[in-house]
Every structure is written in structure tokens, then in C-alpha cells.
């Protein structure tokens, strides 16, 4: 099954247009044509089971046929990730958190981060790619920030804070079932002390991800698994 996605503006009650790359994709890569049946999202939680009446250059429109709505799974998780310097190991984190059901991604500049930037546009493209490959239905949110302070402000309230430290053993009991949960992966430089006052000021619960010392991508992936499996 594959499954494409329409901009929700795009997207009237009987039928919806697919436009760009996308629409490109479908007709000219998968062969798609007229008659037949995909799969489509919004992004919002809805999924339709459509046909393909007309097919432009760079444009498709479909008769919907039939819509799902799902709820966004429980429970809602963001991760908070500091900026990793190489492109693509930055890219592989973003990728397989979403994949595994990450629900909004905050990247910050950490004090002791190696200077590098990132392009929100692709990662944004890279979320989108994730979401349709695992069959998602709700597109994940992404946000770029200078540090960890302004990243912080994202946290919803009552969610609970966990950051990913290896210098703890944590008393695990102080983790328990919540709605929300806000995960924070450090920098390949680690935090700051500044950083670690901010955190402690927060209350924040320290998460030990086990004895070995993890890249900064293996422990964004493994902490959303964890939080996503478990809880």
C-alpha cells in the first residue's frame, strides 16, 4: 500500500487535487492513471481511499470514495534534539523518530553544538516522506531554535520532561504514564552547565539510555521507541 499526501486546502468533500512532485511521483514514477485507486492523508488525521479522474502534467484530481478519521495516537511525544553536524546523520535521526511515532520535532543549537546548519525546508520533506512510509496519518510538526532555553518553550503543560543522560542511574519510578512526554537528546557535544541548570530548573528527569555511550542520532532513536513502545 502506498500512501500519498494532499494539502489539506486542497481537499473538498467529494474530491481533492494533488499537485508538484507528488502528483509527479504518482503519474510518472508508480504509473499511475485514471481509474485508479490510492490511498491519500491530509496530515490531520484523515485518510481517503480515492480514484484518479484527471491526470495534468504536474496535477492529478480524485473522486474520494471513502474517509477515515483516526486519532492521534496516544500518548503525544516530542523530541527535542540538539543539532548534529552531519547532514545526513541529522537526517536519519529525523527520519526514523518520526517513523517510529515521534509527534513534533524541536532542534536546537546547544552551547556546545559544532557549528552547522540545517534546512528546515528539507527537513520538512524528509518528515513528510517518513510519515507517508510508515502510513501515518498525522504529519509531524518540526521547529528549529538557537538554544535549548527557546526550545524548552514548547513544552506542553503537565507533559513530562526526560533528558537523556549517561552520567545517572536514575530512579526509574519518577517516569510514569503520562500524556505527553517532551524527550531531550544533548548535542554530540553534550550540555553546557548552563544547560543542565536550565534542565534541573525544569525538574527534568534524567533517562538512562544504559552503560555504553551513544551518537546523538542512536539515542534520539532509541529514547522515542522507548517512550513510544512502553508508555
Known amino acids: 500500500m502506498n500512501l500519498f499526501y494532499a494539502y489539506p486546502d486542497d481537499i473538498y468533500p467529494s474530491e481533492l487535487s494533488i499537485r508538484g512532485q507528488e502528483a509527479i ?15 491519500v492523508t491530509d496530515g490531520k488525521g484523515s485518510r481517503f481511499l480515492c480514484v ?6 504536474q496535477e492529478l484530481t480524485a473522486e474520494i470514495r471513502e474517509k477515515v478519521i483516526e486519532e492521534r495516537p496516544s500518548p503525544f511525544l516530542t523530541l527535542c534534539l540538539g543539532i548534529i553536524k552531519k547532514r545526513d546523520r541529522l537526517e536519519l535521526a529525523v527520519e526514523k523518530a518520526v517513523e517510529l511515532g515521534a509527534d513534533e520535532l524541536i532542534l536546537f543549537r546547544g552551547e556546545y553544538s559544532q557549528k552547522e546548519n540545517s534546512r528546515l525546508d528539507r527537513l520538512e520533506a524528509i518528515v513528510l516522506s517518513a510519515m507517508k512510509q510508515s502510513l501515518r496519518t498525522w504529519l509531524p510538526s518540526v521547529y528549529h531554535e538557537n538554544s ?3 526550545a524548552l518553550t514548547y513544552r506542553k503543560e503537565r507533559s513530562l520532561l526526560i533528558v537523556a543522560d549517561e552520567t545517572t542511574n536514575p530512579d526509574v519510578s519518577q517516569i510514569k504514564e503520562a500524556a505527553n512526554y517532551f524527550l531531550v537528546v544533548g548535542p554530540e557535544g553534550g550540555f553546557s552547565d548552563n544547560e543542565r541548570k536550565v534542565l534541573n530548573d525544569r ?29
Do not use: C, Q, W
Open 25 to 39: 511521483h504518482i503519474i510518472r514514477v508508480l504509473r499511475f492513471g485514471e481509474g485508479d485507486e490510492i490511498f
Open 52 to 57: 484518479i479522474n484527471r491526470i495534468g502534467k
Open 148 to 150: 535549548l532555553e527557546r
Open 203 to 231: 525538574e527534568a528527569i534524567p533517562f538512562s539510555l544504559g552503560s555504553k555511550r551513544l551518537r546523538t542520532e542512536t539515542a534520539a532513536i532509541v529514547m522515542t521507541y522507548h517512550f513510544k513502545s512502553n508508555f
